[in-house]
Every structure is written in structure tokens, then in C-alpha cells.
């Protein structure tokens, strides 16, 4: 060997020497950080413990300054403590034992607010609008709908006694349910909107979700759908592999759907779609909202990367991130984000860049990342950093304040309620409409009710002041009068909005009698995003020429 060449190993072999204590050095000193500030924070904790004014929780106070610290990482990057395992198995598995109600807290009452058919409460006869005062004999009227819902939940096969207030029913009833094992529905509902056009509503990625979409494939196809309308909207995402198996029902075998990379070189991975397609030539719209997130995005970004279908609606949320559990002491776990992921375009849809935030401290959650320009197969132009934009955008019909009103108050929540109570059935999901004659008595039934407009609080704080203050009387009177006009402007909205108002109040009674399903399939016929779907099938030329790029 030359001199020239044994220089040259020796300065190598010297510089990786270097690095190596460099980057030993740097592994020491952040070792040696967190242990001193788990010490620190160790020490903060005895002394709180020791000498604050006031008994302290440890358990709360560590899960607050967990929770603090996590967050300050990004919203996804949770700690979960044992009591809170069960959600997360709810939400990546859609099963729970229970007896398969949804319940809120309205006007400090317990609700019942929704009820999925076939599952125990519901085939009870418990009722959308009922009041659970007693579970199991323990009075929970003043209880969170969190502490209700754990006492509602349990092992299937054992029961739960509950004593329910209906609405014009003089007496508490009393119901005792056997819990069974509740698998939510990804798929609650599909059918056809038009004849050849076939629906889909997928609302959820938990286990099974892309066996449940192909059943309601092979259903429609059965009734002879030759289109096809998914619909994503409000879907908040679930298991990447239940996206990427959704996305090979449309997309053929070998291709990239979605590649994962973060700090951990090992974890970096494209997954691609690995059986054979069930129908690769279908025409598909998506129907895509702002609330579509994580699992969603991935599956509406990889069909129009690919340009297998037509997007519609508003840009979706843009979640970006990957998260998985660590097992933590004590049976806790650590939820963490671990990676992005990015679609076949390249191109990343993580709406919010949680990193430059930290960097410059700032509160405000809505600092965007930096948009780059990427293609899709045909070669339309396609944005990262802002979720996924729509092909067509439908925007959402704002409702009228009166609507709003209506629906903030829980007014049309208990016209329905009333409604139920007087009628024991009503027509087929599909048949039913909410008739002139029928909005005249909620009409009606309204004039006893406090429908205040937003502005209301307003005027009454100012009336209340005028009068703290002596104003004169002139003041006074005027307030008084600006109350009495927003009155009649009220009544006079009452009529002017009549229609809207009408549909909302259809689907809210029709969920009464048909659940999940038949809401879905009331809001079928007017439902913009929908219409739009329809309308552009009828114009294939038009759909084709949104899957290709500009000349």
C-alpha cells in the first residue's frame, strides 16, 4: 500500500473516530437532560405534595402536566390512563359491550340521543329523547355523560337496570338490558340514490371496515350499479390498513398507497395495495367535507392521485400523521405520533406544521406548512400542506340564524321528541315528508318555548344594565322596542325559512323511527353534495374531463 493511501485510511479511520465520540457525546448529553428533568420534575412533585396550602391529587396533577406536555408536541401525541383504554379500543375495533345507545347531557339531563338498530336498547324499546334518571339504582342526575356511559358499559351477558322519564309519560319506566358485544358499523348505510347510481356512506376505518364496503359492493352491483358515489364525509379516520384495503377494492394490486417516514429509520415504509382489485373501471365520485380526517384523506388523496374517480365537496382536514401505542406502567399507554405519511403524488396533505409552531411559540394552532406543487398519473396539479382539495368544491348551505337557533336550543331535538310521543309510526324513511299542516303545529308548540336569537343575551344584558345605571326611560323604552321588532322578525324568519327548517325537522323525526339508516336516507334527496354527484354523472364527458390535465 502507498503512503499516499495509508494517509488517506488513517485520516478516515480518524474522522470516524471522531464522529463516533461526537455523536457518543451528543447521546450522553440528552440522556443526561431528560434524567435531570425527570428529577427535577420528581422533586417539583414531592414538594407540592409536602407544602401546598391545599391537599393535592398526585394522579391529577401528573395527568395534567403530562397532558400539558404532550400537547405542546401536537394534538394527536396523548397520554392514556387505564380507565381510558376501552375508548381507544372502541374506536380502533368499533366493538364494546354495552347495549348500543348514544347519550349526551342537555338541559343537565342525561339523554338518549341516538340508538343503533338491533342492539339491545333499542330492541327494548328505549327511546331517542327518553331521560335515564337511575342505573343500576344509582341516581345519575347529576353525573357526566362520562361516568353514565362506564355504567351503561360492561362484560355481554351481564345486565343493567335502568329507570327512564318519557316524555308525556306520567310514571318512570323501568328497563332491564342485557348487554351485548355492539359492533358499530363502519357502513350504516347504502343503496341506490338513482337508478344505476349507487351510495355509500362510510362513516368510520375500524376493524373490518374495507369487508363491510365491498359487501355493500356486491350488494348495489346485485341491483345492477354501474356508478358509484362514496361518501366521506365526517369520517375522522381509524386503521391505515382498513384505508389501504379500501383503496385496493378500487385500485389494482402493486401500487403505492401511502409511504410512512419519521426520525426512526426502521419505521419508514411504503405500503401498496396487495390483492387484486374487486373493480378497477367503475366510475366513482367521493364525497369529501372538512371533518374527512387521517384514514379518509388517505384513501380520497390515492384516488385522485391515481385518477380512478371525481372528488367533491370542501378541502378535508389534513391530517398527515401516523400514530401508534407504547405500553407505559400501571397498564397506561402512550399514544405518539411516530410518522407522516405521504401520498403517491409525494406530496403530504398535514395541514398544520406542529414543529415551526413550537419553534416560534406560537398559540394560535393554525400555522400552515409551505405548499408545494405535485401531479397526479394524468398530470393535474395537486397542493401538499392543505388536506386534500375537492375536484369540484360544493360549498355548505349556511343555515339561516333561525335554523340555528332552532337546532343550538335542542328545539327541534324535543319538537321530535313531542312528535314521537304522539305518534306511535310514521311512513317508510323514504316516503316520509314533514307536511305544511305538521310545520304549523310546531309553529305552534314554539310559542311557549324560548327560541332566542344570539343577539337576545345581548339586549337583555344592555336592558339590565340600562336599568343598573338609571338610564332614562327614553333608553329603556328604545331597548325594549329593538326586543319587541327581533320578536317579529322572528316569527316573520319562522315563515320565510320554512322549507329548510321543515327538512331538518323530517330527518330528526325520521331518526326517531329508523335509526342511523333511515336519517342517512332521508337527507339522500336534497343533499347538495349528493345532487351534485348525480348531476355529474348524468355528464360523463364532463366527469372525464375532470380526471385529466389541462392542454
Not at 181 to 190: A, F
Not at 391 to 402: F, G, K, Q
Request: proline share 3%; glycine share 6%.
Amino acid at each position: 500500500m502507498t503512503p499516499y493511501r495509508r494517509k488517506w485510511r488513517h485520516l478516515i479511520a480518524l474522522s470516524l473516530l471522531l464522529f463516533g465520540l461526537l455523536a457518543g457525546t451528543h447521546l450522553q448529553d440528552k440522556y443526561f437532560k431528560l434524567g435531570k428533568n425527570l428529577e427535577i420534575f420528581a422533586d417539583a412533585l414531592k414538594e407540592l405534595n409536602a407544602y401546598y396550602v391545599d391537599e393535592i391529587d398526585p394522579d391529577a396533577v401528573v395527568k395534567t402536566g403530562l397532558d400539558a406536555m404532550l400537547y405542546s408536541l401536537d394534538p394527536y401525541t396523548t397520554f392514556l390512563p387505564e380507565e381510558d383504554l376501552e375508548s381507544l379500543k372502541t374506536f380502533t375495533t368499533g366493538e364494546y359491550g354495552g347495549i348500543g345507545a348514544h347519550i349526551d347531557r342537555r338541559k343537565e339531563k342525561t339523554i338518549v340521543t341516538m340508538l343503533y338498530r338491533d342492539c339491545p336498547a333499542h330492541k327494548a324499546g328505549l327511546r331517542v329523547g327518553d331521560e335515564i334518571s337511575q342505573v343500576n339504582g344509582e341516581d345519575i342526575t347529576d353525573s357526566p355523560s362520562e361516568h353514565v356511559s362506564s355504567l351503561l358499559k360492561g362484560m355481554p351477558g351481564t345486565s343493567v337496570q335502568l329507570s327512564v322519564v318519557r316524555h308525556a309519560v306520567e310514571k318512570p319506566l323501568a328497563f332491564t338490558l342485557t348487554r351485548e358485544k355492539i359492533m358499530l358499523k363502519n357502513v350504516p348505510y347504502h343503496g341506490q340514490v338513482k337508478k344505476g347510481i349507487g351510495y355509500i356512506k362510510l362513516a368510520s376505518f375500524t376493524t373490518h371496515a374495507a369487508d363491510e364496503v365491498q359487501g355493500a359492493l356486491e350488494s348495489l352491483k346485485e341491483s345492477d350499479t354501474q356508478k358509484l358515489i362514496l361518501d366521506l364525509r365526517g369520517n375522522p379516520g381509524g386503521i391505515l390498513e382498513e384505508a389501504i384495503k379500501v383503496v385496493n377494492l378500487f385500485i389494482e394490486q402493486g401500487l403505492a398507497v401511502v409511504t410512512t417516514k419519521g426520525k426512526v429509520a426502521s419505521l419508514a415504509k411504503t405500503y401498496t395495495t396487495a390483492q387484486r382489485a374487486y373493480d378497477t373501471t367503475m366510475p366513482i365520485i367521493v364525497l369529501v367535507d372538512q371533518k374527512s380526517a387521517s384514514a379518509s384523506e388517505i384513501v380520497a388523496g390515492v384516488i385522485q392521485d391515481y385518477d380512478r374517480g371525481v372528488l367533491i365537496g370542501k378541502n378535508t382536514f389534513g391530517k398527515g400523521l401516523v400514530q401508534t401505542t407504547r405500553t407505559l406502567s400501571y397498564n397506561t399507554q402512550l399514544k405518539l405520533t411516530i410518522s407522516k405519511y405521504y401520498m403517491p403524488s409525494g406530496r403530504s396533505i398535514q395541514k398544520i406544521d406542529h414543529s415551526r409552531q413550537r419553534q416560534k411559540n406560537i398559540t394560535d394552532r393554525v400555522m400552515s406548512m409551505p405548499q408545494e406543487v405535485f401531479t397526479t398519473q394524468a398530470g393535474r396539479r395537486v397542493c401538499d400542506g392543505n388536506g386534500i382539495a375537492p375536484d369540484l368544491e360544493v360549498d355548505r348551505l349556511s343555515l339561516a340564524p333561525i335554523a340555528a337557533s332552532l337546532i343550538k336550543q335542542d328545539l327541534i331535538f324535543d319538537y321530535a321528541t313531542f312528535f314521537q310521543a304522539k305518534n306511535d309510526r310514521i311512513v317508510p324513511a323514504k316516503d316520509f315528508v314533514f307536511s305544511a299542516t305538521q310545520y304549523r303545529d310546531f309553529i305552534a308548540w314554539l310559542k311557549d318555548k324560548d327560541c332566542a336569537y344570539s343577539i337576545e343575551p345581548s339586549i337583555d344584558q344592555l336592558l339590565k344594565q340600562a336599568q343598573d345605571e338609571s338610564y332614562t326611560a327614553g333608553i329603556k323604552e328604545k331597548i325594549a322596542l329593538l326586543k319587541t321588532q327581533i320578536h317579529h322578525h322572528k316569527e316573520e324568519d319562522l315563515q320565510k325559512f320554512e322549507e329548510p327548517i321543515k327538512l331538518i325537522l323530517q330527518e330528526e323525526i325520521i331518526a326517531r323511527y329508523y335509526c342511523q339508516e333511515g336519517a342517512i336516507e332521508a337527507m339522500l334527496d336534497h343533499d347538495q353534495s349528493i345532487q351534485k354527484a348525480c348531476a355529474l354523472f348524468q355528464d360523463m364527458r364532463q366527469y372525464h374531463s375532470l380526471l385529466k390535465a389541462p392542454e
